[in-house]
């Protein structure tokens, strides 16, 4: 069983960085993708970075392409936010699935998802 956990998020002003960390727990091996999305009061999930597993090959929204980077870290995936802005505001989650990944575009798709960490930039 897969358990996600994440952690970091906090209130920063606009130009500030946060780093978050999401732990893995469970079995996950290269037939799983991994995945950061964020929500918005009163809008919809969406995607920010999905890669394999191992934290390789990342894949990046065009909001998050050159401000935010993905590393991963034996159990730990990190999301580091730079260059933040208050249009970045919202709940991050961390999310898993196993097979053909559901991609940015599918949040519904995923099959594990963390509890989520409050990003606030003012």
């Known amino acids: 069983h897969v358990q996600l956990v994440e952690s970091g998020g906090g209130s920063v002003q606009a130009g500030g960085s946060l780093n978050l960390s999401c732990a893995v727990s469970?079995?996950?091996?290269?037939?799983?993708?991994m995945g950061w999305f964020r929500q918005a009061p009163g809008k919809e999930r969406e995607g920010v970075v999905v890669?394999?597993?191992?934290?390789?090959r990342p894949a990046y929204t065009n909001s998050a392409k050159g401000r935010f980077t993905v590393s991963q870290d034996n159990a730990k995936n990190t999301l580091y936010l730079n260059s933040l802005e208050p249009e970045d505001t919202g709940m991050y989650y961390c999310?898993?699935?196993?097979?053909?990944?559901?991609?940015?575009?599918?949040?519904?798709?995923?099959?594990?998802w963390g509890q989520g960490t409050q990003v606030t930039v003012s």
């Open positions: 999310a898993a699935h196993r097979g053909l990944c559901p991609g940015f575009y599918a949040p519904l798709s995923w099959r594990y």
């Open positions: 469970g079995r996950i091996d290269l037939t799983y993708c």
């Open positions: 890669t394999y597993s191992d934290g390789s």
